[in-house]
């Protein structure tokens, strides 16, 4: 059984940090591919960021490079996305979700290379 657990939304002002974490059961995030996912309402599905299995190269979504910063913690089998300097347009539902194969492709901005999905965490950033 697979199961994301997502944590770390919230309400912030314009400018302020979140950190979202997204802890992994019954998939190492060592073997793994994982990736950051956002929806806006009335808007499509959209890329945030990836991790390769290896920890060694990531990619972020060209409207939050800069800003924000996927990461792992091995040991704690646990994904983060660190976000700065955050901005009303950053307000969606964060996802999670793991690779359906223990090996990288070259679709990992493609929903459709992810098995599994967090629940979702709501992040909401006034002006």
């Known amino acids: 059984q697979v199961q994301l657990v997502e944590s770390g939304g919230g309400l912030v002002q314009a400018g302020d940090s979140l950190r979202l974490s997204c802890a992994v059961s019954?998939?190492?995030?060592?073997?793994?591919?994982m990736g950051w996912f956002r929806r806006a309402p009335g808007k499509e599905q959209e890329f945030v960021a990836h991790i390769r299995w290896s920890g060694t190269i990531t990619d972020h979504a060209d409207s939050v490079k800069g800003r924000f910063t996927i990461s792992r913690d091995s040991a704690k089998n646990t994904v983060y996305l660190q976000m700065n300097s955050l901005k009303p347009e950053d307000t969606a539902v964060y996802y999670c979700a793991v690779f359906r194969r223990p090996f990288s492709s070259s679709w990992y901005n493609q929903p459709s290379e992810y098995g599994y999905w967090g629940q979702g965490t709501q992040v909401t950033v006034s002006s």
């Open positions: 019954g998939r190492t995030v060592s073997t793994y591919d």
